[in-house]
């Protein structure tokens, strides 16, 4: 029998919800570390009942929780992260040098292939690895070495690493995205790494076009054509065809290309979603109407998907790491809002439903498809 | 024994209630304490001071016997009722809404 689990982090817990293939009733564990920060939870592709989860408080610092029963106990593994020699500075708000700090871990990415390797995206942006499921971390440090890194800089929600996703059919290739510095790849399992931002425009940097400096927001990738990406920027949708090399923009005819979420469909590799966001200073919908845009042709034709969805007086955000699919035979496509909301549809967005609707804000939403 | 007591989330993280009471041998200083406390409970390190500056979080403070021992030497010598386990070691979170 399939089923599905979705894990949700938020603002105040982490949440498991669980269903069995037909999707209709949902069972909601949780809050597990409540009061805390779950920034994201997400499971080991080789091993399902392998999670991971990144905890934090402004008070304690971070901790990484593990789960081997798929959620049902967690354990605390290792949380010393500690950046490779001297950290050097990156661009702080005004400009000037700042150190690298470490804050929090934004994303976790376990292998591909090894429950107990997995990768963590971090603020101040660096990437760190384990290999032996969460206990001791390493930065990959020629990434926060290259030598742009004394441009990066933050974007309003701190200079963090957030996206990561390894290449199904290449182990040695890594992609990444920092905002706000933008999307960087490795061809050597994360040892050296080139920044891939041509086609990138950003109005809000002195340098429109520059290597280094967008506000990348999520990248995404379907597993059967790793060469391609779509990327929400801070504005503008993008995509690219050949890993990263260049980019064209594919906006089209979105209300608002803000936007923070984007994923493509488990079956249909040229099938994407966005969450239109208003501006960058207005987190919150058009015209209060809480609208998935999906198109099914790579980009550029967007249809609005509603049925379900507020249409009237919703001012909540959907954040880049809280949109996900599964993999069922009709695609089923899942999103969290800051207003505490999962919302669920179980046939590619024509129909949606809250499958719970009053959590804490939601950071993150993760989707496990169980055989 | 030197009594310790713990923001709720840290008892929580570490699976006691109430206070902690630990053993620390030599002189009763802020850093032994600490050390002892996370000799025991190993997933505390970190979470109150930070792991390679040894520094206290910024968000918490340490009190006893009244008084603010925050911005002392962890080296210093603790209050004797805090050596001799008569006054508890408060590590306290900064109060905040949200």
């Not at chain 1, 050097?88 to 929090?104: I, L």
């Not at chain 1, 101040?124 to 030598?147: C, P, Y």
């Not at chain 1, 109407?289 to 980009?299: C, E, F, I, N, P």
């Not at chain 2, 304490?33 to 500056?53: Q, S, W």
Request: proline fraction near 6%; aromatic fraction near 8%.
């Amino acid at each position: 029998m399939s089923g599905v689990r979705v894990l949700v982090g938020t603002r105040k817990g982490a949440f498991v919800l669980t269903s069995d293939g037909k999707r209709e009733k949902w069972d909601v564990s949780g809050p597990h570390f409540a009061g805390w920060e779950l920034f994201h939870v997400k499971g080991s592709p080789a091993d399902p009942n392998r999670l991971y989860a990144s905890q934090c408080s402004g008070w304690f610092g971070q901790m990484i929780q593990r789960s081997d029963d798929g959620g049902k106990t967690w354990a605390p593994v290792g949380n010393k992260f500690v950046y490779d020699g001297v950290p050097g500075t990156h661009q702080w708000y005004d400009g000037t040098a700042h150190p690298w700090e470490f804050k929090r871990v934004w994303h976790l990415e376990p292998s591909l292939t090894d429950p107990d390797t997995v990768y963590a995206g971090v603020e101040d942006a660096a990437l760190f690895h384990s290999t032996d499921g969460g206990q001791n971390w390493e930065e990959l440090s020629g990434l926060r070495k290259h030598g742009s890194g004394p441009k990066w800089q933050p974007g309003a929600g701190g200079m963090c690493l957030h996206t990561i996703i390894l290449d199904p059919t290449n182990p040695e290739r890594i992609f990444i995205a920092i905002s706000a510095a933008g999307a960087f790849r490795s061809d050597d399992a994360g040892k050296t790494w080139q920044p891939i931002n041509r086609g990138l425009k950003s109005e809000y940097i002195p340098d429109p076009e520059a290597e280094v400096g967008h506000c990348v927001h999520h990248i995404t990738m379907h597993k059967s054509r790793p060469n391609v990406l779509f990327m929400q920027k801070h504005w503008d949708v993008m995509r690219t065809d050949n890993a990263g090399d260049l980019w064209t923009e594919v906006s089209g005819n979105l209300p608002t290309d803000f936007g923070f979420a984007i994923d493509v469909h488990a079956h249909e590799p040229e099938t994407i979603y966005v969450v239109p966001i208003k501006s960058d200073s207005e987190h919150y919908p058009l015209d209060g109407k809480l609208q998935v845009y999906r198109s099914k042709t790579g980009g550029n034709e967007w249809e609005a998907l509603t049925r379900g969805l507020p249409q009237s007086d919703c001012y909540v955000n959907v954040l880049r790491d809280a949109m996900a699919v599964d993999t069922l035979d009709s695609c089923g496509v899942y999103f969290g809002t800051t207003g505490g909301q999962v919302y669920a549809s179980k046939d590619a967005g024509d129909n949606w439903t809250p499958i719970v609707r009053d959590l804490p804000a939601v950071l993150s939403v993760e989707v496990q498809t169980l055989g | 024994m030197i009594r310790v007591v713990l923001p709720a989330h840290l008892r929580t993280l570490c699976g006691c209630q109430g206070e902690v009471q630990l053993e620390v041998r030599g002189a009763v200083t802020v850093r032994a304490v600490l050390d002892a406390l996370e000799d025991r409970f190993p997933m505390l390190r970190g979470t109150i001071r930070e792991h390679v500056t040894q520094q206290r979080r910024p968000f918490l403070r340490f009190f006893a016997c009244a008084e603010d021992l925050s911005q002392d030497s962890p080296d210093a010598l603790l209050p004797e009722a805090v050596a001799t386990g008569a006054e508890p070691l408060l590590i306290i979170g900064a109060i905040a809404g949200g």
